[in-house]
């Protein structure tokens, strides 16, 4: 291991390290509650801008994943030769201002462009927290706390489908943006403050390289790396149906369910009812609980499975993932098809929890498959892959199927083109178990 000179010692202090976690954990929620409020405040913007499905879809995926994807490779290149946490600090005034700015938007365009400031921003704000991480946490401890870290996409998920319902149910969808995007902003001066930029490659072996390379050089690595462009595609292809989800679900629910959702939480105390006949407060309810309570449990499930495992056998890293997905399929045939509300929240707690296993071990292994001094640009082509598929494209063709289906279905068109997702997970499924059988060579530092 690489000595750590006493100005570094404080970085091996638990309580330190847990509050550096902590703090990217907090980033990462606000990345996702700005992401994903979307999706929960579709209904109203829908109304109010008399927009289609394929307009929304466009708006709520390809619009974001432009600019996301596209800058967020250059933006890892730096991250791997400069500071890390002013990157960070950037990115989230960034993303933040820009959603407090799409709450001022008065037609398709304008919101359209105000997403794409969103996008622009949050390019910035995850592959640097990856790198990061793995210098503030060894390899043995590095799935976990990737794991931990992705707790903050479940959580910011739920989140932004539970304030977007109160705050959209309370002053309107243009004021939430506004709140919301107010709240990021606040928190970026104490993270700058309080994280400290660690030496990079602290915790590899002393003959890693840590020295800044040009990004033909990681591509010439990731070119002979077969587990990492598997993972990545795979990742992608579960990613379609995820975001899917995240950004139709809640839209499926107001229109197959909205006089159970009025029962099924009848049992509420009053103040936190709404007026409304068909509100989007039960939908930020229903769904914000499916996602907190699957995704931290599938996520933590899969992160403590590989990082015992996968001591003695890499391969798990994409054998576990491989496996939840297949667990999926009958889940989500059995939900998505059901006319029970209650079997839908049940079946997708499930779905959630076991999509979700794949977190940890997918972001380690981005971690171990490549070196230190290349570790934010090879996660940003990682992410580049999966969120222009995923985010990209997920939302818009479940979107563009809805409309094209709508004349035969009407309301429930939406419910038979998600079913059709279900093969995306099938799709990840055969290629994380591919991975797996190139994980062991692969991997770097064993």
């Known amino acids: 291991m690489k000595s750590i000179d006493s100005v570094d010692a404080n970085f091996d202090s638990t309580s ?22 979307i999706g929960i405040l579709a209904v109203p913007i829908q109304a109010e801008l008399g927009l289609s499905d394929t307009q929304l879809s466009l708006m709520g995926g390809l619009a974001f994943a432009l600019f996301y994807t596209a800058l967020g490779i250059p933006i890892a290149w730096l991250a791997d030769r400069s500071n890390r946490t002013w990157i960070m600090t950037i990115a989230l005034v960034t993303w933040s201002a820009m959603t407090a700015v799409c709450g001022m938007a008065q037609n398709f365009m304008q919101l359209f462009f105000a997403r794409l400031g969103v996008g622009v921003g949050e390019a910035g704000g995850v592959a640097p927290a990856y790198s990061l991480i ?13 794991g931990i870290y992705a707790f903050a996409i479940p959580i ?23 709140v919301v995007g107010v709240l990021g902003l606040a928190i970026a001066p104490l993270f700058k403050m309080t994280v400290i930029e660690p030496v990079r490659g602290r915790y590899d072996l002393a003959t890693a390289d840590v020295t800044a390379i040009p990004f033909s050089s990681v591509i010439k690595t990731l070119r002979t790396k077969k587990s990492f462009w598997l993972l990545a595609l795979g990742g992608a292809s579960s990613a379609m149906m995820t975001y899917g989800l995240l950004f139709w679900f809640p839209s499926f629910l107001l229109r197959s369910f909205d006089s159970q959702l009025i029962t099924f939480f009848s049992w509420l105390p009053s103040y936190l ?26 996520i933590w499930l899969g992160a403590v499975v590989t990082d015992k495992l996968g001591v003695a ?19 989500f045939l059995l939900g998505i098809l059901s006319d029970s509300l209650v079997v839908v929240f049940f ?12 977190m940890g071990p997918l972001l380690s292994s981005f971690q171990h498959i490549v070196g230190p001094n290349m570790r934010a640009t090879a996660s940003a082509i990682a992410l580049f892959i999966n969120n222009l598929v995923g985010i990209g494209f997920g939302s818009l063709l479940i979107g563009i ?6 004349e035969q279905f009407a309301e429930e068109a939406l419910r038979y083109s998600l079913a059709s997702g279900v093969i995306f997970y099938l799709v990840a499924a055969f290629l994380f178990l591919l991975a797996a059988r190139h994980l062991e060579e692969d991997w770097e530092n064993k």
């Open 156 to 178: 910011g998920s739920a989140l932004g489908m539970l304030l977007g319902g109160v705050l959209t149910t309370l002053v309107g969808w243009r004021l939430t943006f506004v």
């Open 401 to 406: 199927l809805s409309d094209f289906l709508s």
């Open 134 to 146: 793995s210098d503030y946490f060894p390899s043995n401890q590095r799935s976990r706390a990737l």
């Open 313 to 331: 056998d890499k391969s798990i890293y994409g054998r576990a993932p491989a496996y939840a997905f297949l667990g999926t399929i009958p889940f």
């Open 273 to 298: 009812h709404a007026d409304d006949p068909t509100p989007v407060l039960y939908v930020s309810y229903f769904y914000g609980a499916i996602l907190l309570v699957g995704g931290i449990s599938g």
């Open 347 to 358: 079946a997708f707690l499930v779905i959630q929890a076991l999509s979700f296993v794949m």
């Open 16 to 37: 330190y390290r847990a509050w550096v976690l902590l703090m990217l954990v907090v980033v990462y929620i606000f990345n996702f509650i700005d992401r994903q409020i």
